[in-house]
């Protein structure tokens, strides 16, 4: 059991089977890095970190993009097995708070994105997710990007009598970014996530979130925790990184507007966003017929760009 | 006669004849009974006798399925043998959040092919959370000659190929309402399938739907649907289409306007608010896709008479919102984004006094900026101007305990309380507390309240109070929060009103799930979710109460013995068949 706090819990597991509980506990008093890496996880969980410490024996949980994060705030000392919550895990909460009106630095911005990214929280439908339009109003015309040709394109179907009254045509206003989610499932996890496609604005970052979600993990992970990957899968991924450039095991593919699945990379990034439906992290065994001629491919892609 | 003297004298040793000619014939009492709509009266009228029982199954015509598979078609059928309109709800409320299984289940062909043989004059039907294919809409639009209402909320597995069999073969089709589904949007096309002559159309509802449609066959069919009450465009749809559908359709009821940001020239916002001006009718408005501030005040004719304001697509500053309400005195609903931030609610507070249900989402979690959202001074300041309040669904980035004390002492008849700090397990901001003495204020004060979502830094302390004081609550929701199996408990022991149960990321282990043993038959159902359940704590469950369906989905490579997602549910119908492989049922 994780420190002293186990007294309730064991207690309380009177009814059944006490075997479950020595596996458990065994599991932990083994992987003792897994309990704290949970801790370390926690990013804005600061509150919840000291409860899984509390709970006693740690558990196998399901695991949520906290796990696999891509930067991570330090945690505060795990060794204290009281359920109070300190004031240490008071000030890493609200290092890593990502939603109170701060501005933030370039670490909490990056936690911010993944812990936003905990599944299923904060608990809004899929369908209001996806419609969520990004107003910043308070903004000044700089804020137009390039996804705002996109947000254009959809729209000028909707635009009609753009002559009017100069008063109308408020061109200080907002910038508008809408949020296009797309699902993304990788061969071999039953559960997919979600990306949204106009926060990135090339493949290369495109494929680095990917891999942030699917295949790294930080150094401080101890392989034998990541529960998803226990089964070897860990050892295959790591050693691969690039989705893009064919040296991984993996490849990635979308589903485009006609129902075909296309490897991601022939089209202008643009244009890529106009017809991706989804996209699925495949095997490259199974992407058959593309495995030989991936890398010669994206060789000649990368060539040809720096040309 | 009182139902008690008819028990009596049917019971009673000397029944003769003219006893029995007291009671009434079972026409009239079907007639009778035929006049009660509630569900739960209903039940509770089938208990009484067996004349009632039958009477009562007779003379229902809608039937409410809360859980799917808590009974099956067949039961359903033999009970029921005239039933018109079905409702049912499938999946776990969390799948809208991405935590169940995408082919999970609940799919509602089954429930179609019985209800072809059994009630062929079937007229409305409204799903929520169903699975639902383009088959399974086709099979529905040729084999109900009478059908009339489709409503799809939340539900998935259809494309828009689904809804052109639905437009070419439901002849009498009053009602097609299409609300946040995981819909295939392959094209508009679909609405050009209502043939000419069809003109029984009142509510149509495309909202959900990104692809552009036909706007000239949408034009002659709201125009020859001379009923049309409730009208809810997509995105396609300009401000200046809008003006020449409103022109022909001056009866709606409800419109959900397409999107709000063209640019108009001065004489088409003209027209535009004249056109809005002549909707005398209307009580509800939504849509307002990306709207902007300019072009509100064509709203203004309409604000008036308005009971229901959806401005949750919306993005709306505090500065353009307060112009807005003050054109909207008798608002009863109020729905909007956060980018209205606390001044906007101010607003809300000052305007809108006969306010009874605020909804306030946010706008965007994942920007980079600065984000400003709400905070509990805005939620505070509704609470002072609008003392009616009665439910509430709040997304903020911060809340202290002291702010939902006073919002609660404001406005003490909550029946719904959904407080979502978005920030998972953070405390009270100011004083750094858990948030359990805020929740203990909402249910110590509030003592209709029937749906709490909690949120923040919550220890025991805070079910505690729940299971000590909210005795009429029926759905809980809770999300990383609790210190410890007593938590879990104290609600199972405490809320015996207590229906829905679902949990997420809680210490809560197998000594809390299995302390509500003698309670879950009375509940709909139980959802725990990266707690601490065991599979034997699953299995001693099941062994236990055979009458209730335990169903575990394991993740890939997780441990053997832990459940990771737990979803319990009493069932006649016995375990279900068609869980696919992730899905064990013990």
């Not at chain 2, 008819?6 to 009974?33: A, G, I, M, W, Y």
């Not at chain 2, 009477?55 to 809360?66: D, K, N």
């Not at chain 2, 069809?198 to 000239?216: G, M, P, Q, R």
């Not at chain 2, 931030?341 to 249900?357: I, S």
Request: hydrophobic share 35%; aromatic share 8%; glycine share 6%.
């Amino acid at each position: 059991m994780q420190g002293g706090g186990g007294g309730s819990e064991s207690g309380s597991l009177s009814t059944v089977s006490r075997e479950d509980n020595m596996v458990v506990s065994s599991e932990d008093s083994s992987c003792p890095d897994e309990s704290e890496l949970e801790l370390g996880l926690g990013l804005c969980l600061g509150g919840f970190k000291m409860h899984q410490v509390s709970r006693g024996g740690q558990f196998a949980r399901i695991l949520t993009a906290k796990d696999f994060p891509s930067a991570i705030s330090a945690s505060p000392s795990p060794s204290s097995s009281s359920s109070s919550s300190s004031s240490s895990s008071s000030s890493s909460l609200s290092r890593a708070n990502v939603t109170a009106g701060t501005k933030r630095t370039a670490d909490s911005v990056a936690a911010a994105n993944s812990s936003s990214q905990v599944v299923g929280w904060p608990p809004i439908r899929a369908y209001r997710m996806n419609s969520m339009v990004n107003q910043a109003k308070n903004q000044t015309t700089e804020g137009f990007n390039s996804t705002m040709e996109n947000h254009k394109s959809e729209t000028s179907t909707v635009e009609k009598g753009t002559t009017g009254i100069s008063s109308y045509h408020n061109s200080g206003n907002a910038k508008l970014r809408k949020s296009l989610f797309v699902k993304v499932n990788m061969d071999g996890i039953p559960i997919g996530r979600k990306v949204d496609m106009n926060a990135h604005e090339s493949y290369e970052k495109l494929a680095k979130t990917l891999e942030d979600m699917f295949l790294k993990t930080t150094p401080n992970v101890n392989p034998a925790g990541s529960r998803a990957l226990e089964l070897g899968m860990m050892n295959k991924l790591t050693r691969s990184s690039k989705l893009l450039d064919g040296s991984s095991d993996f490849v990635l593919t979308y589903e485009d507007k006609e129902g075909d699945w296309m490897l991601v990379g022939d089209v202008p990034w643009k244009m890529f966003l106009c017809s991706v439906k989804r996209l699925r992290i495949m095997r490259t065994s199974e992407a058959t017929g593309l495995a030989p001629r991936l890398h010669e491919r994206n060789c000649q892609r990368q060539r040809s760009k720096h040309i | 006669m009182e139902p008690s003297e008819l028990k009596r004298s049917k019971d009673s040793p000397n029944l003769d004849e003219s006893t029995r000619r007291l009671s009434f014939p079972d026409e009239v009492l079907e007639r009778v009974l035929s006049l009660l709509k509630s569900h739960r009266d209903r039940s509770s009228v089938s208990l009484v006798c067996k004349d009632w029982y039958n009477a009562e199954r007779w003379s229902r015509t809608h039937v409410f399925i809360g859980n799917c598979y808590s009974v099956s078609p067949e039961i359903v059928a033999r009970r029921f043998p005239k039933i018109r309109s079905v409702t049912l709800k499938g999946k776990p409320r969390f799948s809208d959040f991405n935590l169940v299984p995408e082919n999970w289940g609940a799919d509602i062909h089954a429930w179609l092919v019985v209800f072809a043989a059994k009630y062929p004059f079937l007229e409305e039907l409204r799903l929520k959370r169903m699975a639902i294919s383009d088959e399974s809409l086709e099979f529905l639009a040729v084999s109900f000659p009478n059908f009339k209402a489709l409503s799809l909320l939340s539900c998935d597995g259809f494309s828009t190929n689904g809804l052109a069999a639905i437009a070419t073969h439901c002849k009498n089709l009053t009602e097609l309402d299409i609300q946040e589904n995981g819909i295939d949007d392959k094209g508009g096309s679909w609405l050009s399938c209502f043939p000419e002559s069809f003109t029984s159309l009142e509510v149509l509802n495309f909202a959900n739907l990104s692809s552009d449609i036909n706007f000239d066959a949408l034009e002659r069919l709201v125009g020859r649907c001379k009923s049309m009450r409730v009208l809810k465009l997509n995105r396609s749809v300009s401000l200046e289409q809008l003006q020449r559908l409103l022109v022909n359709a001056p009866q709606l009821a409800e419109l959900g306007t397409g999107s709000f940001s063209e640019e108009l020239t001065f004489r088409q916002c003209v027209e535009l608010e004249s056109a809005l001006s002549n909707c005398k009718n209307m009580h509800t408005l939504s849509g307002l896709w990306d709207a902007k501030g300019i072009y509100l005040p064509a709203l203004y004719p309409v604000c008036t008479h308005l009971t229901f304001l959806n401005l949750s697509y919306a993005a709306l500053r505090s500065d353009e919102l307060a112009k807005l309400l003050a054109h909207c005195p008798r608002l009863k609903r109020l729905w909007v984004l956060d980018t209205v931030e606390d001044k906007g609610l101010e607003a809300v507070g000052m305007n809108c006094p006969l306010l009874e249900e605020l909804r306030v989402f946010p706008a965007d979690l994942f920007d980079e900026e600065i984000i400003h959202g709400v905070t509990e001074a805005g939620f505070v300041a509704v609470s002072f101007g609008c003392p009616r309040l009665h439910y509430v669904l709040y997304f903020c980035c911060q809340m202290t305990n002291a702010a939902v004390a006073t919002i609660v002492q404001n406005c003490p008849d909550f029946t719904h309380f959904r407080l979502c700090i978005m920030n998972p397990g953070q405390p009270d901001h100011i004083t750094n507390e858990p948030m359990d003495e805020a929740f203990g204020a909402v249910v110590k004060t509030c003592t209709k309240l029937q749906r709490l979502s909690v949120s923040g830094r919550l220890t025991d302390l805070t079910f505690e109070y729940i299971g000590r004081y909210a005795k009429n609550l029926e759905t809980l929701s809770v999300a990383f929060a609790g210190s410890s199996d007593w938590g879990m408990q104290c609600v199972m022991g405490g809320c015996s009103k207590l229906r829905k149960l679902e949990i997420r990321d809680c210490p809560f282990g197998n000594a809390a799930l299995l302390s509500g043993l003698e309670k879950y038959e009375s509940m709909r159902s139980l959802w725990m979710s990266a707690c601490n359940v065991t599979m034997n704590g699953c299995r001693l469950l099941a062994r236990e109460m055979p009458r209730l369906n335990v169903e575990v989905m394991k993740e890939d490579g997780s441990d053997d013995s832990q459940a990771d997602k737990v979803y319990v549910y009493r069932s006649i119908a016995g375990p279900r068949r068609d869980a696919p492989p992730s899905v064990l049922t013990l």
